[in-house]
């Protein structure tokens, strides 16, 4: 992680201090209050829980450090999704979406925005470099890709989505704010699931838009308050918690996926792997330009569906689950939610158990 980082992460753990009077706690209460003190209506922080409160204020005061940007809270990462798209798109409009991308956002394009009169489009990650953005109003991309983990520049879409008069989104969610900026390369929003890496322990939905451009960040805290879609205080508590350790617990994620990669690699049971990190990766030259490292996501391919399924049921330090960023190392077979990937393709979330330990019961479960 680069110096900027480590300063924003430290910045992060520290963020009360200079708010705090004598005697107050050091870490946010969970505040239940949907109503507040208002003897007058003009001038208080806070007047009705679905329009703020000081628990949701705790976790984007947090983001916004990592961001360096407004941030507005969600209730999970396709509430975030969907309160971006709402807010930069309208009947007729045109948005360019990648089709290798996560499921849910391709199914919102199909299921409500298309409903909506917008013209959705979808293009694999890979063609996004290179696709024309002309009549398009919004470009959204997710980099690394999921499952397949391409990786596209996002710099040179925003110039280029610039030059065509398109804003850019991008699904920050692999990745988190310490490991890429997606706003510093140009890019007008960033979304992301918070569910994954920065609540870290599989336990909170939520969701955040990042954004500098304070009319359009105005207009997406707006509709978070007519739409009702708000996060619940517990869940902002649990998050910000977890985004206190998110830098400690992706030193360790990271650094055991780049291990864990060369191991599978070199394993004869391994068809194909990629790893964006992995020196000879197509992905490795862009992502050594814009992200710190190469993530904890590793995509492998096993003989077939059989074999895949049997060594995930073989290893005890490998959950059987969706979803990824948990402490806990976590895997499964993608086509079975109709992934354009071969059967025996496992995405794997590497978690923080200590990297030998988990090589062993992994090497152990190959194997067998
Ligand atoms: C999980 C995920 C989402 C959706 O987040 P939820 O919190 O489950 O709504 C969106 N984008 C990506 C890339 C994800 O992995």
Redesign the pocket.
């Known amino acids: 992680m680069d110096e900027l980082a480590k300063t924003r992460i430290a910045q992060v753990l520290h963020h009360r201090k200079a708010g705090l009077s004598l005697g107050e706690p050091v870490v946010p209460p969970i505040s239940v209050a949907t109503t507040f003190h208002l003897p007058e209506a003009e001038g208080a922080a806070y007047y009705y829980g679905r329009s703020g409160q000081p628990t949701w204020d705790a976790v984007e005061t947090q983001l916004g450090i990592l961001e360096a940007a407004e941030v507005v809270a969600f209730p ?6 969907s309160a971006a798209l709402i807010a930069t798109l309208r009947a007729g409009a045109k948005v360019m979406i990648p089709s290798d ?2 499921y ?2 391709r199914l919102l394009g199909r299921d409500l925005l298309a409903v909506y009169g917008v013209v959705v489009v979808e293009v694999p990650t890979l063609e996004m470099a290179t696709a024309d953005f002309a009549g398009f109003d919004v470009v959204y991309v ?1 980099t690394p890709s ?1 499952p397949a983990l391409d990786v596209i520049d996002i710099a040179e879409v925003c110039t280029r989505a610039r030059a065509a008069g398109a804003l850019v989104i991008a ?1 920050n ?2 990745m988190t704010p310490l490991l890429q900026r997606p706003l510093d390369l140009g890019a007008d929003l960033v ?6 890496a920065p609540a870290g322990h599989s336990d909170a ?3 955040h838009v990042a954004g500098r451009d304070a009319k359009l960040m105005a207009r997406i805290r707006e509709g978070r308050r007519q739409s009702g879609s708000v996060p619940g205080p517990f869940e902002a508590f649990l998050v910000h918690r977890g985004i206190e350790t998110l830098e400690l617990r992706l030193a360790r994620m990271c650094s055991s996926a780049a291990v864990i990669a060369d191991r599978l690699a070199a394993h004869p049971r391994v068809k194909a792997l990629r790893y964006p990190g992995r020196q000879g990766d197509p992905s490795y030259a862009i992502s050594s330009r814009q992200m710190q490292n190469g993530g904890f996501l590793i995509g492998f391919e096993l003989a077939d569906a059989h074999e895949a399924e049997a060594f995930l049921a073989r290893c005890p330090l490998i959950e059987q689950a969706t ?2 960023g948990g402490v806990h190392t976590a895997a499964e077979r993608r086509s079975r939610w109709g992934d354009a990937v071969a059967p025996g393709f496992i995405r794997l979330s590497v978690g923080i158990e200590p990297v030998e330990t988990l090589w062993s019961a992994m090497a152990e479960a190959l194997d067998r």
């Open positions: 999970s990462g396709m509430a975030a999704i991308g996560y849910v956002t997710e999921n699904d969610t692999t979304v992301a699931a918070d569910t994954k939905l939520f969701g979803s990824f």
